[in-house]
């Protein structure tokens, strides 16, 4: 059975190279890798931490391509890949541009599509464009994994039974980056102060609205000076500018390159708090039992806020400060984020999903 695992982005990575390993254990499959380039740099580390080489690489992004253009090219790419090479499954994972080009290639084409991470909803245009994307890469494969019963359930609304629930892969990177052990300079920086990440960078966000939500957590910092912030800023020229600007002299924030998955996911689990507008770092947080301060007005993951780990707090200045006091100030609303969940998975997730794909080429 001919595979192809394909990643685009750096969370794509981070949840699909555990399952890339998994796969590869199963002389059953011949598995490769397409890595679209679509965060090229971001990328490499995660590839050289898992050990996993990109048996066919795109190299798709040019400064100030549009979404248009990056959606034509990544088309083209996978379009000739699958007119010369023969694959009888392709793993795709969430909602990016990259899963939604390889899956429509793919469909064009009968290719069977496996979509891993299937089923999330907010049955809204946003998150834009990644909302539209996982519902039309649902409607294309054949193959489903959920990560929750919620996923199932929506799954189920739009015609598409009998899934099951395996968790998410994400989980199972943890087996390979925590670290008991792990240092970094950034503790000495922090001088024994709470350590709070934040990241940002949702399409739909940009402009005025991150401004404001970035003004937010300035007055938290300059109100709590026994906080010290993490900010790896994506390398979207219009996110450092805004933070740059917001934060030029503030003196309890730290901002800095992406980091690679090995330190994010420690800093993570050691952190007091995080606030972002990400989508997988709810997941981690979850499970690792940090409070998840959400820039966004609604989540395809709601099961993290039913379970008390991820609060909404938009955007707005005003609210993003209220949501941190109310929450940081009160130490039951405080024990109820920071209890851990295995809502997301148990670490199970890339062994659950080679088993079902073993038996789905077996018929």
């Given at each position: 059975?001919?595979?192809?695992?394909?990643?685009?982005?750096?969370?794509?990575?981070?949840?699909?190279?555990?399952?890339?390993?998994?796969?590869?254990?199963?002389?059953?499959?011949?598995?490769?890798?397409c890595?679209?380039?679509?965060?090229?740099?971001?990328?490499?580390?995660?590839?050289?931490?898992?050990?996993?080489?990109?048996?066919?690489?795109?190299?798709?992004?040019?400064?100030?391509?549009?979404?248009?253009?990056?959606?034509?090219?990544?088309?083209?790419?996978?379009?000739?890949?699958?007119?010369?090479?023969?694959?009888?499954?392709?793993?795709?994972?969430?909602?990016?541009?990259?899963?939604?080009?390889?899956?429509?290639?793919?469909?064009?084409?009968?290719?069977?599509?496996?979509?891993?991470?299937?089923?999330?909803?907010?049955?809204?245009?946003?998150?834009?464009?990644?909302?539209?994307?996982r519902?039309?890469?649902?409607?294309?494969?054949?193959?489903?994994?959920?990560p929750?019963?919620?996923?199932v359930?929506?799954?189920?609304?739009?015609?598409?039974?009998?899934?099951?629930?395996?968790?998410?892969?994400?989980?199972?990177?943890?087996?390979?980056?925590?670290?008991?052990?792990?240092?970094?300079?950034?503790?000495?920086?922090?001088?024994?102060?709470?350590?709070?990440?934040?990241?940002?960078?949702?399409?739909?966000?940009?402009?005025?609205?991150?401004?404001?939500?970035?003004?937010?957590?300035?007055?938290?910092?300059?109100?709590?000076?026994?906080?010290?912030?993490?900010?790896?800023?994506?390398?979207?020229?219009?996110?450092?500018n805004?933070a740059?600007?917001?934060?030029?002299?503030?003196?309890?924030?730290?901002?800095?390159?992406?980091?690679?998955?090995?330190?994010?996911?420690?800093?993570?689990?050691?952190?007091?708090?995080?606030?972002?507008?990400?989508?997988?770092?709810?997941?981690?947080?979850?499970?690792?039992?940090?409070?998840?301060?959400?820039?966004?007005d609604?989540?395809?993951?709601?099961?993290?806020?039913?379970?008390?780990?991820?609060?909404?707090?938009?955007?707005?200045?005003?609210?993003?400060?209220q949501?941190?006091?109310?929450?940081?100030?009160?130490?039951?609303?405080?024990?109820?984020?920071?209890?851990?969940?295995?809502?997301f998975?148990?670490?199970?997730?890339?062994?659950?999903?080679?088993?079902?794909?073993?038996?789905?080429?077996?018929?």
């Amino acid at each position: 059975m001919r595979i192809l695992v394909v990643v685009g982005t750096r969370p794509e990575a981070i949840k699909m190279l555990p399952l890339v390993l998994e796969l590869k254990k199963y002389s059953q499959f011949e598995v490769l890798v397409c890595h679209s380039g679509q965060h090229e740099d971001m990328c490499r580390g995660i590839f050289e931490f898992f050990g996993i080489e990109p048996d066919v690489k795109f190299s798709v992004m040019r400064k100030g391509r549009s979404l248009w253009e990056l959606s034509q090219k990544l088309q083209e790419s996978f379009n000739s890949l699958f007119e010369t090479e023969k694959f009888d499954l392709i793993l795709v994972h969430g909602d990016t541009t990259t899963a939604f080009c390889a899956s429509l290639a793919a469909f064009y084409r009968g290719i069977k599509i496996a979509h891993v991470e299937a089923g999330l909803r907010t049955y809204k245009k946003e998150p834009f464009p990644e909302e539209f994307n996982r519902v039309a890469i649902d409607n294309m494969a054949s193959v489903h994994f959920p990560p929750t019963e919620e996923c199932v359930k929506n799954l189920a609304k739009e015609g598409i039974f009998h899934t099951q629930a395996v968790g998410n892969t994400v989980i199972d990177s943890f087996a390979y980056t925590l670290d008991e052990k792990y240092t970094s300079p950034i503790f000495e920086n922090a001088r024994n102060r709470k350590i709070i990440l934040i990241t940002t960078h949702r399409r739909e966000n940009l402009g005025e609205k991150m401004k404001n939500a970035l003004l937010g957590i300035r007055d938290i910092l300059e109100n709590r000076d026994d906080i010290y912030a993490v900010f790896p800023m994506h390398p979207n020229p219009a996110i450092r500018n805004i933070a740059r600007e917001v934060f030029a002299n503030t003196d309890n924030i730290e901002l800095c390159e992406p980091l690679p998955v090995y330190d994010f996911h420690n800093l993570l689990s050691r952190a007091f708090a995080v606030i972002t507008d990400s989508g997988g770092i709810q997941e981690e947080a979850a499970y690792l039992g940090v409070p998840v301060f959400l820039l966004r007005d609604e989540t395809e993951r709601g099961e993290a806020v039913s379970e008390g780990n991820v609060y909404l707090v938009g955007t707005k200045r005003e609210a993003v400060t209220q949501a941190f006091f109310q929450i940081m100030g009160d130490d039951t609303n405080l024990l109820s984020m920071r209890h851990k969940s295995t809502v997301f998975g148990d670490g199970t997730t890339s062994e659950k999903i080679a088993k079902k794909a073993l038996v789905n080429g077996e018929k």
